[in-house]
Structure formats: structure tokens, C-alpha cells
């Protein structure tokens, strides 16, 4: 079965970095585009950078541009977000998931979650 | 501000039928981007519910169904059960915006 695992979050001072990951299993992770979502407290989903499944193409929400970076190991099944001059409005959960998509790549969905890992930017 | 608007709260009895609504504009929904809705459960991560507007995912029961329509979407829950008591949220993609968009969520309570 699909499963997505995140690690890397905790609590960091503003400006500093800290690099997430999602391990990925139960699919060929080298067929699928990936992205990460995350979840202020008590707030709602924000999409945040999509890789596509060769690692050619990269988008980011305006918010993280020029600080966040996403990128992709296929031989070890990873998904990284380097995340670097963190900010207290980056605090959320960060979940990592597959895209699904069934005619143009502009139309794909979000099939498999991971459970999430929690970033906390404070002094 | 979310890009694409929900209600913030939704409730209903059980058994009975409810609807969430998600409004969007020309530049998402309007464009004829598709629609996708999410369940997430209190303390878990989100769930794929309805893909492409009207699509069900292998497991999803056939009490949850989405339409779309115009610059707009509609995500329609029969038979209310306690176990669907979730935040829900719809999903689309914006061109001016060049990035997937969701809605703001909205909370169902179960009576």
C-alpha cells in the first residue's frame, strides 16, 4: 500500500533553516509528480511546491519563492523541502503528497498523504 | 483570504443531506479547472474524497457526490453519519496564480 512518510520538523529560530523529508513507498515513486501542503494551526491547506516525477519542473507558492527549495531522490524514493530564512508565518504541519493526474498536469489532485511533521519558526 | 470561497460551518441531523458549497472565479473553477474535495478527520491528515468533480476514489461511500457548474462546485453528503463530522475542502488550480488553490474549509458538525 502507498505510504508517504515525513520527518525533519521541530522548532527552529527565525531565519534559520531546516530540510523536511518524505519517504515514500508502496508505488514507483519515479512515475509520480510530488508536492507539500502544509497546515498552519487551526488553519486551512496552502499548497506550497510541486516537483514533477523526474524532478524537471518546479512551482512554488509566491509566499516560499527564492527561500524554499523542492527536490527529489528517485533511487532512494525521496522528496526533500529545504526551507531556508524561515519566517513565523511558516509555522504549520507540512504534509507531503503524491499528484495524481488523469488528462493535463494542471488538473491533478493530491491521491496520498503523508501524516505530516510540524515546523515550528520561533525565537 | 482563500482563492476559492466555503462556507466556514455546515450541520445537519443524522441521516439527513447537506451541502458545501465552493465558489470560485474565471481564472480556477470558471476555467474549467477541475474540482477535487478533501475530508480531514479531527488530529489526521487530509483524504482524498472526490476527484475530478464527480469522482469517487475505491472506498469512498456512494453517500458523498460533487458536481460543478459554472464558476462553482458542490460537494453533497446523504445519510449524515457521526463519523462524517470532518473539516472538508475543495481543490482546484488557478492560472493567474500558477499554483493549486483550496478552499477555506469548512466544518461539518453532525446534530
Known amino acids: 500500500q502507498v505510504q508517504l512518510v515525513e520527518s525533519g520538523g521541530g522548532v527552529v529560530q527565525p531565519g534559520r533553516s531546516l530540510r523536511l523529508s518524505c519517504a515514500a513507498s508502496g508505488f514507483t515513486f519515479s512515475n509520480y509528480g510530488m508536492h507539500w501542503v502544509r497546515q498552519a494551526p487551526g488553519k486551512g491547506l496552502e499548497w506550497v511546491a510541486v516537483?514533477?516525477?523526474?524532478?524537471?519542473?518546479?512551482y512554488y507558492v509566491d509566499s516560499v519563492k527564492g527561500r524554499f527549495s523542492i527536490s527529489r531522490d528517485n533511487s532512494k524514493n525521496m522528496l526533500y523541502l529545504q526551507m531556508n530564512i524561515l519566517r513565523a508565518e511558516d509555522t504549520a504541519i507540512y504534509y507531503c503528497?503524491?499528484?495524481?493526474?488523469?488528462?493535463?498536469?494542471?488538473?491533478?489532485?493530491?491521491?496520498?498523504w503523508g501524516q505530516g511533521t510540524l515546523v515550528t519558526v520561533s525565537s | 483570504q482563500s482563492v476559492l470561497t466555503q462556507p466556514p460551518s455546515v450541520s445537519g441531523a443524522p441521516g439527513q443531506r447537506v451541502t458545501i458549497s465552493c465558489t470560485g472565479s474565471?481564472?480556477?473553477?470558471?476555467?474549467?479547472?477541475?474540482v477535487h474535495w478533501y475530508q480531514q478527520l479531527p488530529g489526521t491528515a487530509p483524504k482524498l474524497l472526490i476527484y475530478a468533480n464527480s469522482n469517487r476514489p475505491s472506498g469512498v461511500p456512494d453517500r458523498f457526490s460533487g458536481s460543478k457548474s459554472g464558476t462553482s462546485a458542490s460537494l453533497a453528503i446523504t445519510g449524515l453519519q457521526a463519523e462524517d463530522e470532518a473539516d472538508y475542502y475543495c481543490?482546484?488550480?488557478?492560472?493567474?496564480?500558477?499554483?493549486?488553490?483550496f478552499g477555506g474549509g469548512t466544518k461539518l458538525t453532525v446534530l
Open positions: 503528497a503524491r499528484s495524481v493526474t488523469h488528462s493535463r498536469w494542471d488538473q491533478s489532485h493530491f491521491d496520498h
Open positions: 481543490q482546484s488550480y488557478d492560472s493567474s496564480l500558477s499554483g493549486w488553490v
Open positions: 474565471s481564472s480556477n473553477i470558471g476555467a474549467g479547472y477541475d
Open positions: 516537483i514533477w516525477s523526474d524532478g524537471s519542473q518546479k
